[in-house]
């Protein structure tokens, strides 16, 4: 099982299709492939893993600069794991975990919202929720992993940031 960076190109987002036809239409990555095909070397965020020619899982990972960073201490660029997804008939096979894997490999923290029913996957996978933040989450129920050294961000650090940013826009 091998990790490959997906090209931006039509044959890729052919190959996108075969999950929109059996996934769940919200984990779908066409509209965001199609906004990124320019030329075929152009960054991409997604990556695959191939059985033999087909493409049977799926995730695009997008860096996240710590100047944005509200999860983790010390702050730090982060990855924004999205849209994991691995066909029906591959599924409990390891593709997914080896996804996973491979992403943990850049040594930073992760950030990701877990879908219906994958609660178990993620917590084998050493991931925890964090402490949900209205104005940060937006809706969102995220889990982070946490490489060695790094921490949940402090919460009356973040209440003391958003006071001072609401003091400073009154100003």
């Known amino acids: 099982m091998t990790v490959k960076k997906l ?15 059996y996934g769940i239409q ?4 066409l509209e965001d492939l199609q906004d990124n095909i320019i030329e075929n070397d152009s ?26 960073d509200k999860y983790f201490e010390p702050k730090q660029d982060y990855l924004e794991l999205w849209k994991l997804e691995v066909l029906p008939n591959f599924q ?26 994958s ?9 925890t929720s964090v402490h949900y933040d209205v104005h940060r989450d937006l809706g969102e ?13 402090d919460r009356s650090t973040l209440s003391t940031s958003k006071e001072n940013v609401e003091q400073e826009e009154a100003e």
């Not at 894997?101 to 877990?114: D, S």
């Open 26 to 29: 919200e984990l779908s990555m």
């Open 119 to 127: 609660a178990d996957f993620w917590d084998r996978l050493g991931f």
């Open 43 to 68: 960054d991409s965020p997604f990556y695959g893993i191939y059985y033999g020619e087909k493409l049977v899982a799926r995730m695009s990972l997008y860096q996240v600069s710590k100047d944005h």
């Open 141 to 153: 129920n995220p889990i982070v992993w946490y490489p060695e050294g790094v921490s949940a961000q």
């Open 92 to 117: 409990r096979k390891g593709f997914g975990k080896e996804l996973v894997e491979f992403a943990k490999g850049f040594g930073l923290p992760i950030k990701t919202n877990p879908r219906i029913k």
């Open 7 to 21: 090209s931006i190109n039509y044959k890729t987002l052919e190959e996108f299709k075969q999950f929109r036809e």
